[in-house]
């Protein structure tokens, strides 16, 4: 079963803007983490935070994890045509042993 | 270093037979988890392997089943296929067999039943 959702389900901007996408979760976990997929072809990671963490930067990519709520957001600042894939979220829960759960996956589409 | 490698690829399959799809972990990674994706469903946990041994389990009925070797080479299998058993099935692997740590996914074997 799938632990988070994900909003929204589909995304289009341009190139340049922001494009921010939201997860929530139901279980307390260990880590959250964030996978891109071009359509199709394997998940990649982009970035994991842990659960005592609040804020995490990689390059363009932004993350926040709000414990308290049971979410998480990822931005990806100044988008690219190249951005474009179905980007998950992924939490690992307490006690759920070694096993990722995703969520649904936003669709962005960056138009150039 | 090469990634993980799954074959194969592309698959079909009619309903009722059996199907093995393999997946060979990074150098050094113990750690083979399977999983299986699909437009409905969306990513499903179907089993984790670690030297060997299964150590976690999704809820799939057991016509799914899946071992690993020795290398930490890994291979899962689906009898008696049906329709819905359609999908993209990745493997993923990490080093050790902790909680944290990023998988490293293979780009999936895509299962078409007929």
């Known amino acids: 079963s799938q632990q988070g959702e994900e909003d929204p389900q589909a995304l289009s901007i341009q190139e340049g803007e922001n494009a921010t996408m939201n997860c929530s979760y139901k279980?307390?976990?260990?880590?959250l983490q964030w996978y891109r997929q071009n359509s199709g072809r394997g998940l990649v990671h982009l970035i994991l935070i842990r659960s005592n963490e609040r804020e995490k930067h990689s390059g363009r990519l932004r993350v926040t994890l709000d414990t308290s709520k049971k979410s998480s957001s990822l931005l990806i600042t100044a988008s690219r045509a190249a951005d474009t894939a179905s980007y998950f979220c992924a939490t690992d829960e307490n006690n759920a042993g070694n096993m990722l759960t995703f969520g649904g996956g936003t669709r962005l589409m960056v138009k150039p | 270093k090469a990634g993980v490698t799954q074959t194969p690829r592309y698959l079909i399959k009619t309903r009722g037979q059996q199907v093995t799809l393999s997946c060979s972990p990074i150098?050094?990674?113990?750690?083979v988890s399977w999983y299986q994706q699909t437009p409905g469903q969306g990513l499903q946990f179907l089993f984790e392997y670690f030297s060997e041994t299964q150590r976690n389990k999704g809820n799939f009925p057991g016509r799914f089943s899946g071992r690993q070797f020795s290398n930490s080479r890994s291979e899962m299998n689906v009898s008696t296929l049906e329709l819905g058993d359609s999908a993209l099935y990745l493997c993923?692997?990490?080093?050790?067999?902790?909680?944290?740590?990023?998988?490293?996914f293979g780009e999936g074997s895509r299962l078409t039943v007929l």
């Open positions: 993923a692997s990490r080093k050790q067999g902790g909680n944290t740590g990023e998988l490293f």
């Open positions: 279980t307390s976990i260990n880590n």
């Open positions: 150098s050094g990674h113990r750690s």
